[in-house]
């Protein structure tokens, strides 16, 4: 026999009162309602009885939250879901995560599937195409924070990584230890986190009178062979270079693999740096050196701004825009060059 799943209204039918009085006592406002101990622990120790769970959904029409939040991000940010998942359950929130693969499409029914469970905020990392639907969120008073990535004509709250200034640092430190020829390898994505990684490549470079190297590889491609035969076809084409910057760790991974299958030199007498530290760059010979996004930074700004949204009174959003720093770990691929 199915077991009988109580409502709010069966409790407060079973003790004579109002289902205002019962809700009172299990949102733990009991005392503020003057409602009294033998009754509050009489209906807590039958609620625990029953194994009573409230109606999320009707509690969410009632008083317009859900006290869920969606984080719709990309593969890459698997790790960033725990820190947040951490930091919002500790203030009473629920997360749901979810994968856009930044495409527009996805993200658009996504947005939509979540809008209509009345979620109460979002923390996105938005594909290209979707800033209309973004600023439709934010007209309607619903709190959005993106990240890694923003829309620069959006007035709309984000918290990215200082990818110009760190990509700079990293590129400068591969000059400064004698590599001249420096490969850019990237996507041909337009979005302002990879720009910016680009941008800081060519401002170091022009600096030192060097002449810019990039090799551009369709972000649609997803099959990890075919990328690895668009470097092998530039390799093949022309290996005058001495160094490589990889703006993103998926591609720096597929390239390493290939290098040590079928060009294994190349590791021992070429410099290499990534964008996006990676388990696996420990365990190349040599180590490559790589830029680590502060995730646990990134983690606690988003939830930061997503609270102040929901606990604020105001129409209008509180709009902030934050750029964090990035650790750099230099290890073995990027000293100083010392060949004949």
């Known amino acids: 026999m199915k077991k009988k799943r109580y409502s709010l209204k069966d409790i407060a039918n079973e003790f004579g009162v109002s289902s205002t009085t019962v809700?009172?006592?299990?949102?733990?406002?009991?005392?503020?309602?003057?409602?009294?101990?033998?009754?509050?622990?009489?209906?807590?120790?039958?609620?625990?009885?029953?194994?009573?769970?409230?109606?999320?959904?009707?509690?969410?029409?009632?008083?317009?939250?859900?006290?869920?939040?969606?984080?719709?991000?990309?593969?890459?940010y698997s790790r960033l879901a725990r820190i947040i998942e951490d930091i919002a359950y500790?203030?009473?929130?629920?997360?749901?995560?979810?994968?856009?693969?930044?495409?527009?499409?996805?993200?658009?029914?996504?947005i939509n599937l979540f809008r209509n469970r009345q979620v109460d905020g979002y923390i996105i990392v938005p594909s290209p195409g979707i800033e209309k639907d973004v600023k439709a969120l934010i007209n309607d008073g619903i709190p959005v924070v993106l990240f890694d990535r923003y829309f620069p004509e959006l007035n709309a709250s984000h918290v990215v990584a200082a990818n110009k200034q760190a990509t700079y640092t990293a590129v400068n430190n591969l000059i400064q230890n004698g590599f001249r020829?420096?490969?850019?390898?990237?996507?041909?994505?337009?979005?302002?986190?990879?720009?910016?990684?680009?941008?800081?490549?060519?401002?170091?470079?022009?600096?030192?009178?060097?002449?810019?190297?990039?090799?551009?590889?369709?972000?649609?491609?997803?099959?990890?062979?075919?990328?690895?035969?668009?470097?092998?076809?530039?390799?093949?084409?022309?290996?005058?270079?001495?160094?490589?910057?990889?703006?993103?760790?998926?591609?720096?991974?597929?390239?390493?693999?290939?290098?040590?299958?079928?060009?294994?030199?190349?590791?021992?007498?070429?410099?290499?740096?990534?964008?996006?530290?990676?388990?696996?760059?420990?365990?190349?010979?040599?180590?490559?050196?790589?830029?680590?996004?502060?995730?646990?930074?990134?983690?606690?700004?988003?939830?930061?701004?997503v609270l102040e949204n929901l606990k604020s009174k105001d129409e209008e959003n509180i709009i902030k825009k934050i750029e964090l720093d990035c650790d750099i770990q230099y290890r073995s691929s990027s000293l100083p060059k010392h060949k004949s």
């Open 90 to 110: 500790k203030k009473g929130y629920r997360v749901l995560f979810c994968s856009n693969d930044n495409e527009d499409k996805k993200s658009r029914e996504l």
């Open 181 to 305: 020829k420096i490969l850019f390898v990237t996507t041909d994505m337009r979005q302002t986190q990879m720009l910016d990684r680009r941008l800081g490549y060519t401002n170091a470079i022009e600096e030192y009178g060097l002449t810019p190297d990039i090799l551009e590889i369709s972000f649609a491609e997803k099959d990890r062979e075919k990328r690895k035969q668009l470097f092998r076809d530039k390799v093949k084409k022309s290996d005058d270079f001495d160094a490589i910057f990889f703006a993103t760790n998926y591609l720096a991974v597929s390239a390493l693999e290939l290098l040590q299958e079928e060009y294994p030199d190349y590791l021992q007498t070429k410099g290499f740096f990534s964008f996006d530290d990676d388990i696996l760059f420990k365990l190349f010979n040599p180590s490559i050196s790589a830029i680590s996004q502060p995730l646990q930074k990134i983690g606690e700004q988003l939830m930061q701004i």
């Open 23 to 76: 809700s009172f006592i299990l949102n733990g406002k009991a005392k503020e309602k003057r409602i009294s101990e033998e009754l509050t622990n009489k209906v807590l120790e039958f609620t625990t009885k029953i194994n009573y769970r409230p109606n999320q959904l009707a509690q969410s029409l009632r008083t317009g939250r859900s006290k869920i939040l969606v984080v719709m991000v990309e593969d890459i």
